[in-house]
């Protein structure tokens, strides 16, 4: 089962510093002596070695020169990229308010054939209402201190979720049942996303389970996460996206996802228990 979604990005990471390490022992550099024709904070050298500070392109092509190595510099500045880029923090992705992220990550979207999404905390983002939405949205918004831009973001939010309408897409998704409960919004967006879900699973393209709180695990609750078919997983956390790309990783969640899927009802069970959780909207 999947452990810390931070595994694939600290692995890459320290892939490129063991990497970098054995480029400097085979030089027949000590780390002090690197750091030295470097230019460096006597610590420098140490602290990426040991993947405690990431490297810049300066810094690796200054490594790498120093090593007489600097064939290498290219390959591990474009690893040391790909890594960086698995672990993305919510404020830098938002800095400039949550519109660009769902448009850059529309193409994405539009290419996915088989989505498989796990949600644990709140509705999936392809389902949202736009009064959902906006809640949501505003929530974040507010808690992450990001500029606000809620209303473009929603209308990109929306307009990325026209893949489930749209084009030749299958979505699998699966909500644990409390997701039907929180109120990240006011009762009457609630009362509408809801029945929103009750008219989208009716879709051919389009499966839906509930997990029962009174479900037998053979999965733990996990973080929400969503996979774009074989090719990746994004999973979210409060602070950041992880995008996991390593087949393996990725064939772990492919699995948790079948297995919780396993535990959850679908058809008439998954209507009855969003039924409910409307009713107890009054």
Same mark, same amino acid.
């Given at each position: 089962?999947?452990?810390?979604?931070?595994?694939?990005?600290?692995?890459?990471?320290?892939?490129?510093?063991?990497?970098?390490?054995?480029?400097?022992?085979?030089?027949?550099?000590?780390?002090?002596?690197?750091?030295?024709?470097?230019?460096?904070?006597?610590?420098?050298?140490?602290?990426?070695?040991?993947?405690?500070?990431?490297?810049?392109?300066?810094?690796?092509?200054?490594?790498?020169?120093?090593?007489?190595?600097?064939?290498?510099?290219?390959?591990?500045?474009?690893?040391?990229?790909?890594?960086?880029?698995?672990?993305?923090?919510?404020?830098? &992705?938002?800095?400039?308010?949550?519109?660009?992220?769902?448009?850059?990550?529309?193409?994405?979207?539009?290419?996915?054939?088989?989505?498989?999404?796990?949600?644990?905390?709140?509705?999936?983002?392809?389902?949202?209402?736009?009064?959902?939405?906006?809640?949501?949205?505003?929530?974040?918004?507010?808690?992450?201190?990001?500029?606000?831009?809620?209303?473009?973001?929603?209308?990109?939010?929306?307009?990325?979720?026209?893949?489930?309408?749209?084009?030749?897409?299958?979505?699998? &998704?699966?909500?644990?049942?409390?997701?039907?409960?929180?109120?990240?919004?006011?009762?009457?967006?609630?009362?509408?996303?809801?029945?929103?879900?009750?008219?989208?699973?009716?879709?051919?393209?389009?499966?839906?389970?509930?997990?029962?709180?009174?479900?037998?695990?053979?999965?733990?609750?996990?973080?929400?996460?969503?996979?774009?078919?074989?090719?990746?997983?994004?999973?979210?956390?409060?602070?950041?996206?992880?995008?996991?790309?390593?087949?393996?990783?990725?064939?772990?969640?492919?699995?948790?996802?079948?297995?919780?899927?396993?535990?959850?009802?679908?058809?008439?069970?998954?209507?009855?228990?969003?039924?409910?959780?409307?009713?107890?909207?009054?």
């Amino acid at each position: 089962m999947p452990t810390s979604p931070l595994s694939t990005a600290q692995a890459a990471r320290a892939a490129i510093a063991s990497r970098l390490d054995e480029i400097r022992r085979d030089a027949g550099l000590t780390g002090l002596e690197l750091a030295q024709r470097c230019g460096w904070h006597k610590s420098k050298a140490s602290r990426i070695a040991r993947a405690k500070t990431a490297p810049s392109d300066a810094d690796i092509r200054a490594w790498c020169r120093v090593c007489e190595a600097d064939e290498q510099a290219a390959d591990l500045i474009a690893a040391s990229r790909t890594a960086e880029s698995m672990y993305v923090q919510w404020r830098q &992705l938002h800095r400039d308010g949550m519109r660009r992220v769902h448009e850059k990550t529309l193409p994405q979207y539009q290419c996915t054939r088989h989505f498989r999404v796990y949600a644990s905390n709140v509705v999936p983002g392809m389902l949202q209402t736009a009064d959902y939405a906006t809640g949501l949205l505003r929530s974040i918004t507010d808690f992450q201190g990001t500029p606000d831009g809620v209303a473009e973001a929603v209308e990109a939010r929306l307009n990325r979720s026209r893949v489930v309408n749209e084009g030749d897409h299958r979505f699998a &998704l699966l909500l644990e049942e409390a997701v039907l409960y929180y109120r990240v919004t006011d009762e009457r967006a609630m009362s509408g996303q809801l029945r929103h879900l009750l008219e989208i699973m009716s879709r051919p393209n389009v499966s839906l389970g509930v997990i029962p709180f009174t479900a037998r695990r053979t999965v733990w609750p996990l973080e929400a996460f969503y996979a774009f078919d074989e090719d990746q997983v994004a999973v979210e956390t409060l602070t950041a996206e992880i995008n996991i790309k390593a087949p393996g990783e990725i064939r772990t969640y492919l699995r948790a996802f079948a297995e919780l899927s396993q535990i959850a009802v679908h058809g008439r069970g998954a209507r009855e228990r969003i039924t409910k959780a409307m009713e107890s909207l009054g």
